[in-house]
């Protein structure tokens, strides 16, 4: 009966353990590896300073990969980049027989819009990162991205008036939040959250456009396709040349269709819930088992 009796008091000791250890990693994946703090009333704090990974602040995770960066560019396996080869730019001529540009989908018309509602946002929040950023280099992309935006407005107004599709004169209620969340923030901070809206923003525009390039029927919103895709896609690189991206807190690509298996070494972030769940009902169920087995009257 003591041996009975010591074995079911370890597995249920082996219980709480498992209990205890992987509690807090499922909620962290749950959470996606971040605590943010609640926004504050009339667009204050981003929040970003309330994330946690892995137990390091915000800061701390960007200087952790800043450090990285160094220590890979210093490595004997960092090859420099290759001269820069000769890629060609689309053409900006739409075709038009008789007037006419082809027929015009419900995508068609998301996509001259969403370009108007990005310009009515980001060239705005460029000219305040001219006069805000605490980085040279942020103020620098600020007007870059201002000024630039300001010609894709021209060329998207130019289509919608092209095919008659009314389009906004001011930015949506989650633009207007990003907007106050800039004019409130200052310094480091200001930069931050700047790159980081920014970065989201042409991320998720960027396969719109894509797509619409790819399947749409009508020139005008084409041309204007190839034309966005040349911005955004500047605009990704500009805003990643300031190390200031959090990878972390950007969602990772689809999964591929097929089943390709992924490279030795690709860990995604974050705790597979299926293996927690299994390990955890595994040992609730030892636990309970051996905690019958001892109080069952004999």
């Known amino acids: 009966m003591k041996v009975r009796q010591l074995v079911g008091v370890g597995l249920r000791v082996l219980a709480v353990a498992s209990l205890v250890t992987l509690v807090p990693a499922s909620a962290a994946f749950a959470n996606g590896h971040y605590r943010a703090a609640a926004p504050l009333a009339g667009g204050g704090d981003s929040g970003h300073d309330g994330h946690n990974m892995a137990g390091m602040t915000f800061d701390e995770h960007m200087a952790a990969m800043t450090v990285m960066s160094d220590v890979m560019k210093t490595s004997s396996l ?13 053409p900006d001529v739409a075709v038009s027989k008789d007037g006419k540009y082809g027929p015009l989908g419900p995508a068609d018309i998301d996509l001259v819009v969403k370009v108007r509602l990005a310009g009515l946002w980001e060239q705005p929040a460029g000219d305040m990162a001219v006069k805000k950023g605490a980085s040279p280099r942020v103020r620098e992309i600020g007007k870059m991205i201002s000024e630039q935006h ?16 009314q389009v906004p004169d001011e930015p949506n209620a989650d633009q207007q939040y990003w907007l106050g969340e800039m004019k409130d923030a200052s310094g480091a901070q200001f930069d931050r959250i700047f790159v980081d809206r920014l970065r989201a923003a042409h991320g998720k525009v960027f396969s719109v456009i894509a797509d619409v390039r790819a399947g749409t029927r009508n020139d005008v919103v084409r041309e204007l396709a190839s034309q966005s ?44 819930p299926m293996v927690v769940w299994v ?19 004999r």
Not at 279 to 297: C, E, H, K, Q, S
């Open 279 to 297: 390990v955890l009902g595994l040992a609730v169920i030892a636990g309970g088992f051996t905690t019958i087995r001892v109080v069952r009257p």
């Open 78 to 90: 960092y090859a420099a980049p290759a001269p820069p080869l000769p890629i060609p730019v689309p």
């Open 229 to 272: 895709n040349q911005f955004v896609s500047t605009h990704l690189t500009l805003l990643e040349s300031t190390d200031l991206v959090d990878w972390q807190h950007l969602a990772l690509p689809p999964e591929p269709a097929g089943g390709v298996a992924a490279p030795a070494g690709y860990i995604k972030s974050g705790v597979n």
């Open 150 to 165: 300001a010609v894709l407005d021209q060329l998207d107004r130019n289509a919608a008036a092209k095919l008659g599709i």
